[in-house]
């Protein structure tokens, strides 16, 4: 049994469709970081930097933070959704790293100027949007040489997926990235994936293109 922190965005999302993905047992705890909840003493001693998700495995007492930890910890636990060794398992974390380092921050700051401070500072709007759609085309490349990032499904596409998912947040024209679409589309339509889209509340459908 799995205990999950969480609450309705891209990080939190990537640990709860994992867990629907692999089909582990868990347990839900929101944490509104919308009031601060994320500060309490009690959630800090499992996540110390203060933001969600995080686990804990009753199984074996482990606390996680940092969802790219929690989706290679889920996939090793269960055997499921990344190779376990080989050239496969690196080219998996390649485009987590990608996702951590990379597309979540960069997104994260298009979503902070463009949809939450528009016409604050102008200079980071374009800067970060600009950047985003270097990022979508370089996923778009990746995509039309493979079906999910990776080759198969993995928690590569889990980290991925749920930052493409707020494309209108970054005045994104998925039409204009054909090969991220279809992937879109596809991990969009997965049961896991509707499922744990809608932890730890219902928040209106998956976004979909026009
Ligand atoms: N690198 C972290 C980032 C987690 C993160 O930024 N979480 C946000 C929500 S998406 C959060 O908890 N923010 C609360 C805060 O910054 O106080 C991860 O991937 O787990």
């Known amino acids: 049994m ?3 922190y969480t609450w309705t965005t891209p990080n939190g ?5 994992m867990l629907e993905e692999v089909g582990l047992p868990y347990t839900v705890h929101a944490v509104d970081i919308g009031k601060d909840e994320q500060f309490k003493p009690d959630f800090l001693k ?4 203060n933001k969600i998700p995080a686990i804990v495995d009753r199984d ?3 606390t996680l933070m940092e969802s790219g930890a929690i989706l290679i910890y889920l996939a090793d636990k ?6 376990k060794s080989g050239e496969g398992r690196y080219k998996v974390i390649e485009w987590l790293m990608w996702q951590m380092a990379g597309a979540g921050p960069m997104l994260g700051q298009v979503h902070h100027f463009v949809k939450y401070n528009p016409g604050k500072a102008p200079y980071a709007e374009e800067r970060f949007v600009k950047e985003a759609q270097r990022l979508y085309k370089v996923l778009d490349a990746q995509l039309g040489k493979h079906e999910y990032v990776a080759g198969d499904y993995s928690i590569a596409d889990i980290a991925i997926w749920p930052w493409i998912s ?3 947040w970054q005045t994104i024209d998925l039409d204009a990235y054909p090969n991220v679409k279809r992937w879109y589309l596809a ?3 997965r049961p896991a994936v509707q499922k744990g889209y809608q932890v730890p509340k219902d ?3 998956i976004p979909m293109p026009k």
Do not use: C, V, Y
């Open 2 to 4: 799995i205990d999950l």
């Open 13 to 17: 999302r990537k640990a709860s469709i």
């Open 46 to 49: 499992i996540s110390p930097n």
């Open 60 to 62: 074996t007492g482990l």
């Open 78 to 83: 269960t055997g499921q959704l990344m190779p």
């Open 166 to 168: 707020r494309f209108e």
């Open 187 to 189: 991990i969009a339509g």
């Open 203 to 205: 928040m209106g459908p």
